[in-house]
């Protein structure tokens, strides 16, 4: 199994444009892709912090997620309310 966290900056002032695309995205996964076990949006402990936490069920299911019309689409549409790009982490299970 894989694990990706997200970490995200909302610009200040557009947390609630950036949280509305986020969670449309979150929804478009969770509904589209049979590989991506868990596809979650948390809020950061710092008010313009939000938080992907994500788990696939192999690295083909990273790929589909990766090349997806809405991932493309959702987030070109939230990099718009984002402050700098997003921090990255990449697990797998031990």
């Given at each position: 199994?894989?694990?990706?966290?997200?970490?995200i900056?909302?610009?200040?002032?557009?947390?609630?444009?950036?949280?509305?695309a986020a969670?449309?995205?979150?929804?478009?996964?969770?509904?589209?892709?049979?590989?991506?076990?868990?596809?979650?949006?948390?809020?950061?402990?710092?008010?313009?912090?939000?938080?992907?936490?994500?788990?696939?069920?192999?690295?083909?299911a990273v790929?589909?997620h990766?090349?997806?019309?809405?991932?493309?689409?959702?987030?070109?549409?939230?990099?718009?309310?984002?402050?700098?790009?997003?921090s990255?982490?990449?697990?797998?299970?031990?």
């Amino acid at each position: 199994m894989l694990f990706t966290i997200a970490t995200i900056k909302a610009k200040a002032g557009s947390e609630a444009e950036f949280e509305a695309a986020a969670q449309e995205l979150a929804k478009a996964v969770n509904a589209n892709e049979p590989g991506c076990l868990q596809y979650v949006l948390c809020k950061g402990e710092e008010p313009s912090t939000f938080v992907f936490v994500e788990s696939y069920k192999d690295a083909e299911a990273v790929e589909a997620h990766r090349k997806s019309d809405h991932f493309r689409t959702l987030g070109r549409a939230m990099g718009a309310f984002m402050d700098g790009p997003p921090s990255i982490q990449r697990l797998t299970a031990a």
